[in-house]
């Protein structure tokens, strides 16, 4: 019996698939490498475009490749400049932006990986990266120069902050644990302070670097404004998504109703109030006129209340037997378990800000403050078009969408897919 049955397996495992199962497959990835190929084709295509002159792109009939290569179109590109001097308000503005940024980032992610012993070896090492971050940006600002009474504030108060932290993480070390634990939230509170404050140091160095209507500036411009957005985006959505998933208010469900039935309102319907409300409180020409407008989203709080949803109770439950408070639960269980919802929505936000041009067109108005959808149209004037330096920075463009994507596509694939759960 036993050998009748290993004869039949080896049969089994001998025997070969027809040749009709080869052909079809074959056959259907062809097929779909050739409708890749075609949905790739104007990518392509303005990629060879980049390297061409403007009386190739515009010949007829058209030419894939370039007769010379013309690298030089790119060199062209990044030297870019138009002239004028930066203004002291727009460094300020969007290099306190990333400051935030900074702030937020290590407050959070510092809380989230505070466990117990762990939590003090993650702030000596926020406080040695912050003393070095903090002396990079001194050398950056001292080597660019600035006569300005608002850096030397700067300076001296970040020097104030460092200090402060180094004395609190100094004295915790020498408590006991328990001692300890109740004073490591004010040395991440100073951690993530100081950071800050070197984080905008250096941004303002950067930006001051860069010049007014350069390329690198205008793509610093739109970097910031889009990792400012999707920052944001992230960390106050997904407060607000935890209340709405698992806290019990009164009017929680009439208020959540509220916030979807917003969505269905045009955004052009809300643009000249937007921008009376921005010239009246003197935000237009500032970064701050289109992050606070996005600092939340009633798209990012709806996917990630349906995504914390399908997070089991029991978690939670256990978290609140151990005494965990409910911001505990919400920074050092949920927010770890919701990476997947949370980088979706990061790239989401990123990809939106990267790609928006009505917004930065109507409330951007000197050149130093251009995004660089905006700051393309410089190259059509009057009596000129550049079409293959608009090539170039559009493809300059559209890498850092590419890369973020393909980088992080598992995790966009698989939060997209949780989202739709209810638990």
Request: with cysteine; proline share 4%.
């Amino acid at each position: 019996m036993t050998t009748a049955v290993a004869r039949t397996a080896g049969r089994v495992r001998t025997r070969r698939r027809p040749a009709s199962f080869y052909v079809s497959q074959v056959i259907r990835y062809a097929v779909l490498s050739v409708i890749g190929l075609i949905l790739f084709t104007p990518f392509i295509l303005a990629f060879l475009g980049s390297f061409k002159s403007n009386a190739e792109i515009v010949a007829w009939p058209p030419t894939l490749l370039p007769s010379r290569w013309r690298f030089e179109n790119w060199v062209e590109l990044f030297a870019t400049d138009m002239g004028g001097l930066p203004q002291e308000s727009g460094m300020v503005a969007f290099a306190g932006t990333m400051g935030l940024v900074a702030f937020l980032l290590v407050l959070v992610v510092g809380r989230m990986s505070s466990i117990s012993g762990r939590e003090r070896r993650t702030t000596a090492s926020l406080l040695l990266m912050t003393g070095v971050a903090t002396l990079v940006g001194w050398g950056l600002i001292t080597a660019v120069g600035s006569d300005s009474s608002f850096i030397r504030g700067l300076l001296i108060a970040t020097g104030v902050l460092l200090a402060l932290s180094l004395v609190g993480f100094g004295a915790v070390t020498m408590f006991q644990q328990r001692q300890a634990q109740r004073a490591i939230p004010l040395t991440s509170l100073a951690t993530a302070m100081s950071s800050g404050m070197a984080v905008t140091l250096i941004f303002y160095a950067l930006l001051k670097a860069a010049g007014g209507a350069t390329f690198v500036r205008w793509l610093l411009n739109t970097a910031i404004l889009s990792i400012g957005v999707a920052v944001f985006q992230v960390v106050f959505c997904s407060m607000a998504a935890y209340a709405f998933a698992r806290l019990r208010f009164p009017g929680r469900d009439v208020i959540f109703s509220f916030m979807l039935a917003s969505m269905m309102i045009p955004g052009a319907v809300t643009l000249v109030p937007s921008y009376v409300l921005m010239a009246k409180i003197k935000l237009v020409n500032t970064p701050w006129a289109l992050v606070l407008p996005g600092i939340v989203g009633a798209f990012g709080i709806f996917m990630l209340t349906q995504f914390f949803k399908s997070i089991p109770h029991e978690l939670e439950e256990a978290a609140l037997i151990d005494g965990a408070s409910l911001f505990q639960i919400y920074y050092q269980v949920v927010l770890p378990l919701a990476r997947p919802a949370l980088l979706t929505l990061f790239i989401l936000q990123f990809q939106g800000m990267w790609n928006a041009f009505l917004g930065p067109l109507l409330y951007l108005n000197t050149p130093d403050m251009y995004t660089l959808n905006i700051a393309l149209m410089m190259f059509q004037q009057q009596y000129r078009y550049a079409w293959n330096v608009t090539l170039v920075g559009a493809m300059v463009n559209a890498a850092p969408i590419l890369a973020l994507f393909f980088i992080f596509s598992k995790y966009y694939i698989e939060g997209v897919s949780y989202t739709g759960l209810k638990g």
